[in-house]
């Protein structure tokens, strides 16, 4: 499978070189083929071991996107997002403003949506609103392809409506969303491709208002894409830790959901069924010997010194229909 995928990838590259330098793009060989390098071990090591809530928390974007949420959905949103020290809210841009404010003075960081759900804005519509956006207090950047206009095929121009959004955020991060499910792989390839190429921070599958949501199989195939220097983030139907899981396994270093609550609490589960398991038992102390000490927490709780987990990919390291709406 690995090799296979190798094999297309090699010819997705060639392919992307040739249209794009067919419109005036010039792009090496070697430029091109920077974007493919190896998946980091890191990214295929078991989330159960090596993730455990509170470094689970600072990889989520606690979300909430649906068109009739209120103030009051918004202010629990950023108040469970501060509880549970998620690394982002991530809201319409309409919102922008008032996260921030109920953010103000935690750690977490407000997220706008750009163009969305669909992508179909001009680009003139969608920089002004990623620098609206950023002067209303957001810190990253979630922008839509033209989903229409990378199917056509019509490259430079999916191209340099990133690179708009992306030159109007700097040096806020964008994360670009691919909407995986209405894509071909050819099609996954070539759009990781042009998001890295105008300077993007992070590919990310879905609105959660298409078709279907993250799959482990499109994660591990942007991972593979864009390599080690940018940001992977899955969303759409991701609801449980085991969801979570399979994402950041795959390659996934950011999550999006507006159930991150059951999520962690789910690794808070897990956490507790791994320390119980028959292995991790402790051996019964022989008689007269000194009692074993009770014991005292989740095997994963991070000491107050601890560094949160890393939020993102490189330089910049950012559902489906649900309560939240979007993710």
Known sequence: ?????????????????????????????????????????????????????????????HTLLKAEATEKDLKKLCEEAKTHRFATVCVNSAFVRKAAEFLKGSTVKPIAVVGFP???????????EAREAIQNGAQEIDMVI???????????????????VVEASRPIPVKVILETALLDHDQKVIACTLSKAAGAAFVKTSTGFGPGGATAEDIALMRKVVGSSMGVKASGGIRTYEDAARMIQAGASRVGASSSVAIVQGACSAGEKSSQSPQNQKAKPAEGSSPRKPFSGLPYKASKSSKPFSNGGGKNGSGSSNPSGGY
């Open 1 to 61: 499978m690995a090799e296979e995928i190798d094999r297309l990838v090699d010819e997705i590259v060639k392919k992307v070189q040739d249209r794009l330098l067919a419109q005036g793009l010039k792009y090496s060989d070697q430029e091109v083929r920077k974007a493919i390098d190896p998946l980091p071990q890191a990214a295929l090591s078991s989330p159960s071991k090596a993730l455990g809530p509170e470094q689970l928390a600072g990889m989520i974007d």
């Open 146 to 164: 033209n989903i229409g206009e990378l199917k056509s095929g019509n490259f430079r121009f999916v191209l340099e409506d990133i690179q708009a």
């Open 118 to 128: 669909l992508g179909a804005a001009t680009t003139t519509a969608k920089a002004f």
